[in-house]
């Protein structure tokens, strides 16, 4: 298969701008997506190409403009929100919460909500408490709402491209560390379908399942594995909501033994989910309880030491597989 | 058509009210949004404006009065004269006052929450027509019209009915009265290799035995189970292996819910013995057991005989095209059965070969599912330790089983003199409900003659 | 600006509870508004407002009965103001509105048993039985909800009105909200965003003057609404939201520029609630006489002796339409008794869509 080497952002940019060719009902909102050209340059080039009443410059209002895509897609057109980074979303909890991912139900089916919010998510580099939140599972709490993560640019952009097509609504969580990563992507029209896993390296001593910036991690890491001996499997959900259970659970049959690892923090986070639908499947396959890798229970500090001792580093993740190997 | 006016209520945790003040009299006209009473609520005195008009032909109820939710406190009628002696009647037999005391008793006999939609005993919201004020005049039945009603029939159980006697409490396996800690994996792995774990030790952390100690037991062969005898008592217990367990189970099972009957037949092994001979003298290396050319012989009967062949599925009998014999062999373990396919298409040499290969497999519990399982018939041998007669118990689901005995000799009657003879017994137990004794007579008989004249099995 | 155009003309808006509907007092403009509506179309929506009175008293009265459950939040004493703008709108306009949405449903021609069987929570219902009282819906009719957070309807309305704009079209986009929701942040960014994209939403308060039990004069910094208008650059209006006529007039006036020229509007209605909140409140924030000076001049009142002395609609033929209005909620009743709830398996139906 042809593919191209580009980075995670312009992956991003490749599926809007293609989905927005192919759909004269898709638009992206969002602030600075249009002159500015993305506050991460995710939109670069889009307001030139397809003019200001397709990329639309939003006064800083998330609770707002969220709300006018969710009527904007209840009367037919595919609203694309960018939140310049997730933390603000939070500002938008009412509309997200009350109405894109209620409005179906409430509605006895009258009203789908295609409609996608992306942004970047989770810590970035020492911006401090207010924006690191990992809100995966929160969005994931909430029956009605899709969430997915991509980690890698041929994900972002074929997980873009499915998110826009789908009847929605979906939230996709990227990682502003990523924008700049490259990888292969398929060129054409390349999509990756929501609710399936990646096995993103196989093994067979240890399953370690991570999202985000953490698949990157730990597959960047492969080599620290090898040197000790530990051949990994890395399942990358991709899609946090509906889970790939039955990947993962293939994956935990093969090995018996799971490490889960998360940028966000511990209590109701996305492994514990993860946890608990490995037990409920894989009981008898466990050969040592599930362990999980996460973000300390304190916000994210802005002194560097203390942001990194916050955060999951690979250290942690060799440590916790050699644990489960009972090599520890 | 005049209808009864019910205490309505007027917040979502009313449950009863005091009418303070009528504010129409009996003859009077009310209209749409005028108020006919006062009510004294939990919460405040409110006024209680009609959603009709009409005439208000009878108060029911006395100021100060404290009435249930529901019950009926007036009567309105589109005239002023209409006879409305039925609703009254039927307000007298459904609408008593409340009693100080009386909260709406629950099934379980908790007292009733007081929220907004009267609690069903599992404490589901209720279903609008199971309220107990009803919206059009009510059925003559003082059930229906009773607000003290319980609620549905369907709800007097709050409480699923207790499993704790469908399921025996399992019992944490323990050594030396600690319990033993094992992951579920390694378990899993255990019973697979049929290894008693509790004889192993844990690696893992608090002792765990893990996947690790399973397989290292498994291949060092220490996984026997390791009897645990207290140093000086007068018996030991054994711990049951898999294979134990399982033979224990079927046994009973075969003899509490299989009606068995034996038949045994006496036959003269002097050609079968002598056809052996004549191979074994032509073809040195071919090893053939009496029990290989018995199983070579029950295929043949059993081709003959297809009732014996069956087995009793409770509506239905199936009676098996394939013959599959599973031949009983004795282990360290126990007594297991494979099955030797297709019988009756299979040549003497081959079917010794695959007996051989099969007993050899089972010694070493190698035998895979497939090679243990099924089977139309089994023929049990104690002939090598010299029991002369036995009853086999079957092998269900099969009908029957054929026990072997012995070859002895003794003295045997021919014509009507006395010779020294070469017998064996055969016994055929079989389930009466699929094989009668005529069936099995038939089948004993042919058993022998092909025992006895060996050369008809080329017929 | 054709309204201020017209307030130069002397065409004042009346204050709150001061107008009388006769023939004789009728304004210019009421004038206006009576030829062009003509007598079908007036009794039309007179007929409306009745029908709603009723459908809300008999709602109390289920409520009453405990047939209906949950919230509930009336609109008697509105009428008005939900019949007279709607009747200014195409079917192919869009509505959004609070969790008070029963009168602006039955305006917009909704089926009553349908709604009445959504009240009892039946499949029936318009929204399946789903959404209940506070989340009405309808594709057909583009009612886009049916809101329970209040002011949660602002941006979703406006969205609507993004649309029209989007697809080029002359649609425009009625979002009713009450006084209580002006104090929302959602209102401020709504406004913001509709006159800097100069969007064809017509914000309609609906100034009830409580916000549940708080006067609108706590509650708010300012107490003519209007005056937020030019803070947002947009034309604001009042309007006497008791006054069948001058709600068609204002509001249809505004909706006919906003074809030929997309951009909001904020209307402020003076209007009030006969009932509380919503059912369980006593409403003992207000003083009785209060609620009765109001209904001394009832907006359905008012219409009908109108409409009596032009002699388009007299005693008999009113009382006609009263009986048939009622007539009309008691078979939404038995609908609705008749009606089955949802079966259990659509429990897990629309949470996604396919």
Sequence with gaps: ?328 | MASLLRMPSLSPTMESGVISGWRKQPGEHIDVGEVLAEIETDKAVMEWEMADEGYIRQLLVEPGQEVRVGTPIAVLGDSADEDISTLLAQARTGGAAARPDSAPARADGAPARPDSAPARADGAPARPDSAPAASTPPAPTPAAAAPAAPAQPAATSSRPPTTAAAHPAPVAPSRNGERVKISPYGRKLAVQRGLDWRALTGSGPGGRIVAHDVETAATAGTGAPAPGAAPGADFEDLPLNMMRKAIARKMTESKQTVPHFQATRKVRMERMLAAREALRQDYPDLKVTVNDLLIKVCAAALRLHPVVNSQFLGDRIRRFHAVDIAVAVSTDDGLITPVLRAADQKGLRRIAEEVRALAQKARERKLTPEEYQGGTFTLSNLGMFGVTEFNAIINTPQACILAVSAVVKEPVVEGDGLAVGQTMNLTLSSDHRVVDGVAAAQFLDTLARLIQNPVALLL | MALSAARASGDTEPEVAQGVLTRDRLTPRQKRVVDELGRERLVAMYRQMVLIRAFEQRSEQMYQQRKIGGFLHLYMGQEALGVGAISALRRDDYVSTSYRDHGIALALGMDPKACMAELFGKVTGVSRGKGGSMHFYSKEHHLLGGHGIVGGQTPVGLGAAFRAKYMRTDQVSLIFLGDGAVAQGTFHESLNIASLWHLPALFIIENNQYGMGTAVDRALSVHDLTLKAPGYNMPGVKVDGMNLLDCYAVISEAVNERRKSPAPILIEAKTYRYRGHSISDPATYRKKEEVEAYQRVDPILQVKRLLAELGWLDEAASKELDRDARAEVSAAVEFADASPEPDPSELAQHVYAQ
């Design chain 1, 1 to 328: 298969m042809e593919t191209q080497q580009i980075t995670y952002r312009e992956a991003l940019n490749q599926a809007l701008a293609e989905e927005m060719e192919r759909d004269p009902l898709v638009f992206l909102m969002g602030e600075e997506v249009g002159a500015y050209n993305g506050a991460y340059k995710v939109s670069q080039g889009l307001l030139d190409r397809f003019g200001p009443m397709r990329v639309l410059d939003t006064p800083i209002a998330e609770n707002g403009f969220t709300g006018l895509a969710v009527g904007a897609a209840m009367t037919g057109l595919r609203p694309v929100v960018e939140f310049m980074s997730f933390n603000f979303a939070l500002v938008a909890m009412d509309q997200i919460v009350s109405n894109a991912a209620k409005t179906l139900y409430m509605s006895g089916g009258q009203f789908p909500l295609p409609m996608v919010m992306r942004g970047p998510g989770g810590p970035a580099a020492r911006v401090a408490a207010q924006h690191s939140n990992s809100l995966e599972s929160i969005f994931a709490y909430f029956p009605g709402l899709i969430v997915v993560a991509p980690s890698t640019p041929a994900d972002a952009k074929g997980l873009l491209k499915s998110a826009i097509r789908s009847p929605g609504p979906v939230m996709m969580i990227e990682n502003e560390i990523l924008y700049g990563v490259s990888g292969a992507v398929p060129l054409g029209d390349h999509t990756v379908p929501i609710g399936k896993a990646d096995v993103k390296k196989t093994g067979r001593d240890v399953t370690i399942v991570a999202h985000g910036r953490m698949s990157y991690m730990v597959l960047a890491a492969a080599g620290v594995f090898a040197r000790e001996g530990i051949d990994i499997e890395l399942v990358d959900p991709r899609t946090i909501k509906p889970l790939d259970i039955e990947t993962i659970a293939a994956s935990v049959r093969k090995t018996h033994r799971v490490v889960i690892v998360e940028e966000g923090h511990r209590f109701c986070g996305v492994g514990a989910e993860i946890a608990d639908q490995i037990y409920s499947t894989c009981f008898d396959d466990l050969d040592a309880p599930i362990v999980r890798i996460t973000h300390t229970e304190n916000p994210l500090p802005y002194a560097r030491n203390l942001e990194a001792a916050s955060l999951p580093n690979v250290d942690q993740v060799v440590l916790a597989a050699k644990g489960v190997l009972y090599r520890a």
